[in-house]
Structure formats: structure tokens, C-alpha cells
């Protein structure tokens, strides 16, 4: 009856570095994306007459670049709490 909690709470921990990781890869993607579509208006590639493109792309990539090193940490400290 009195069985310990440790096996769930090692589940939930992995559960919650595959998600930590999930979220980095895809704010990693969506910076990737930003900064492409930047570099294609910048040289001419993608038609922006404006030059709303590398504004948005630049602006989008320097906001999720703190959040994506923020995710890489922590994913990087759930790991080492688990070896």
C-alpha cells in the first residue's frame, strides 16, 4: 500500500525536459524562419518594398533569442538533476 513516490516523480521530470526541449526546438525554428525571411528581403530574394521584412525578422529573432537560451538552460539543468 505505502509505495514510494519516486518513480512518478521521475516520470514527470522527463516529461517535463521532452516538453522544455519541444518548446526550445521550436523557438529555435521560428528564429531560424524570422531570420531567413530577413536575409531574403535584405538581398532581394523576397519582394518587400518596404522593407517590413528584415524590421520584423531582426526585431522577432532578437525577442525569442533570450527565451531560447532561457529553455536551453533549463533543459540543460533538468538534465543534469536526472544523470
Given amino acids: 500500500m ?10 514527470l521530470r522527463v516529461a517535463l525536459r521532452r516538453v522544455v526541449l519541444g518548446a526550445f526546438a521550436l523557438t529555435a525554428t521560428a528564429m531560424a524562419l524570422f531570420l531567413g525571411e ?11 518594398p518596404h522593407g517590413y521584412g528584415v524590421i ?20 540543460q539543468s533538468l538534465r543534469r538533476r536526472s544523470i
Fill in 38 to 48: 530577413a536575409l531574403l528581403s535584405a538581398t532581394g530574394i523576397y519582394f518587400d
Fill in 56 to 75: 520584423v525578422g531582426i526585431l522577432f529573432a532578437a525577442i525569442l533569442t533570450p527565451i531560447a537560451l532561457a529553455l536551453w538552460l533549463l533543459y
Fill in 2 to 11: 505505502n509505495q514510494p513516490d519516486r518513480p512518478r516523480e521521475g516520470a
